[in-house]
């Protein structure tokens, strides 16, 4: 018997309610012996961290569809059960997958020197000796669609679109695009490769990968990210001359179909008829760093929360955790849940997809249609200094299912100041998580989660 | 005719003293010129950070007896041409040159995962096929000291030294020996390769580098330092596992014999005829950075401040800039100089090598034989908020001819918090100079290059 299995037993025992009361919304008992086990979390949960620590050490990065993410699974399912949770289920399907080989860049002339660059997801390879051509810098995404139809011909399009750093990450938003569909554009256009200045906003030499999509009828090319600093430089090249001209070597190859897979487990509740509350967070990592923050802690927190609600006496609903696959590469493991899952109904979900990082704000979908459950929350997670905001929630790549069946949806959101500059590069690694800001997650996501897992009326009217 | 022709000129023409005035030291009025001097570059300076962008951006990576190294002494003759400096000469020597190949590593079991390295100078190659053997662990290099004989045969040994980080940069003084002779020491013992924690402070995928010698004798074996996230993953494992396998692959090579050479240029003072002034830093750089701080920023220093003293009115000593070469790769370039000047007297020699941040102390070898001296030194730079100090000045690779001649010596120390999360690494780029920070040096040098090439006396007295 597991030692959450133990306290599952024991809880049970000590609640001694009668049955009429455990389908019931939570009561003033409970509900401070769950207010206090968040607390206990913020003071001194080790789950999370133990969650990251070992999957980071004991596997490190999980790209999707390699066999590196089907380790993970391995190690995920092993880990759930060991901490009690039931049910613990693979479910594989199919994806395209593309693997990096050799990255290298090398200015030629006028000032020869290496450049720092990754592969972009999905780039093509260039030809085994590399592509030599003269660059053509543009200073944003806008630039480079200003630019005439044909005028990069024979070219290496270069774009140099900074990133702002902000706390809700809407700077991704506005320089994304340069890394999603700014390959496909500078193609449309002529050019033979395509070099971005990393979508990110740290000033070190660990460039950012990601994918990019080359847009139907474009023929995918040669694209790279330069670190910020190896961007910086070639800025400077290309304000001293206006023939810069670089090698560049990118030998990616395409796996074709591989498997992947989602996993999952529970917390069985008092009412399993009940709609179950589906907590998110996603498996692969991209293979740069170890998937720290990108997103193992997301998982982390999402299964210590669950421990803790658990702890604290057995939930009405159903608590369900869902470490997707293949988010990196197109939510692929989202998209295979929510077709799978398609009739079965959810009651609420949340996905830890941000980093380590403090939550700061909780939004619903139902501050209108369930006003007071909506002031519950906000209410409950006061003393973490976590502010209630009437935006509506939706975020969450993996929440497709909930997205499809408009049903409730929480957005914890978190801190994400310093999200980026480790945001798919090689410096996410487990040193970069503060533990005490890990914990303050955990404490919330035990606070919200135990509300809602409690909640016996429907939390989203449609 | 060049700026600072133009300058001097002018500024000789302003003096209009006699020629017996010309030989004592600084009246009250050049005084006050030299200070108003030293006050406009803490201001304004952009001599330095041209210098530094300029070496960064147009040569970058400069490894000691490369080619890259060569095209760096090129571009620094026609800098020092330009900025007006007389007698701009390359003194030429050979070397040994070793370069970097390829570096890889992988965890084989029981946790698969690569694992972020670089060879360390002077690492021996592994076979093509690379090493696959166990990892012993050490905590320190006490510790691997302690080892038995033989005890390490056919293992990688790792040394996990942590460094501390320490504004007068003496952590370096207690980590570096693992890096200097810990691959010496682990080969003595048998080890077939060793990889070390960096020796450095910072939290980044970018590991250190620097040079490594093995004692005569002892034959050299591959030899590479980890990024400091990649030896806490390590220690992990090493924590789980008493059998962690490591694939090690490093290809460096030894070239033989090349060629450096030493860059010098001069002030030239009214009396040529005193012994001069001189100010060193180096050319080189290791060739995973752009060398920005380590030691662009030491080279832009010396040459700007030497450029402010000369514009404030022509000084009575020569100033003499030696860039040197080689310095990373065993103070080839400084041996070379005191060679080759063994018999040329010198003043007092001064060097910047310490990154770009600000100057807090001032040491000199003369506070008590020419007490006068050193403490107008120290009330000349108390108002840039540098503190004196009775400690004896001689640091300063490149200043062994002055070293070997004990003559006068003066230690402008930087404050060295931050120089190792860059020193030696892929991160030592231009973005990391503090441009406030930089002219707060220029300013220092400029005042205490100021009074020390106008000291008409002895500047120390044997």
Known sequence: MTKLSLLLASAAALLAAPLSAQTSSLNAADGDRLASMADKALESDSIAW????????????????TEAEQRARDWAKKWLTAQGFAHVTEEPFMMDTWVRGEEKAQVLSPFPQPLTLVALGNSAATPAEGIKAQVVGFDSYAALADAPEG????KIAFINHHMKRTQDGSGYGFAGPVRWTGPSLAASKGAIAVVI????????????????TFAEGVKPIPAAALSNPDADN?????????????????TPRNLGQTRSGNVTGEIVGRDPSLPPVLLACHLDSWDLGTGAIDDGAGCAIAAAAASHVAEAGQPLRTIRVLFAGAEETGVWGGKAYAKAHADEPFAVGLESDFGADRIWQLRTNFSDS???LHKKLVRAVERFSVEGSNREAGSGEDLTVINQQKTGHVDLAQDGTHYFDLHHTPDDTLDKIDPAQLRQNVAVWTQVVGILSNEAGPIKTQ
């Open 50 to 65: 133990d969650f990251v620590e070992g999957l980071t050490t004991e596997v490190g990065p999980r790209q999707s569809g």
């Open 151 to 154: 005028s990069l011909k024979g």
């Open 197 to 212: 200045r990393s979508v990110g906003t740290d000033s070190h030499r660990t460039p950012h990968t990601g994918g990019t």
């Open 234 to 250: 070639l800025v400077r090249m290309l304000e001293r001359s206006d023939d810069v001209k670089l090698h560049l070597l990118l």
């Open 370 to 372: 369930n006003a007071e």
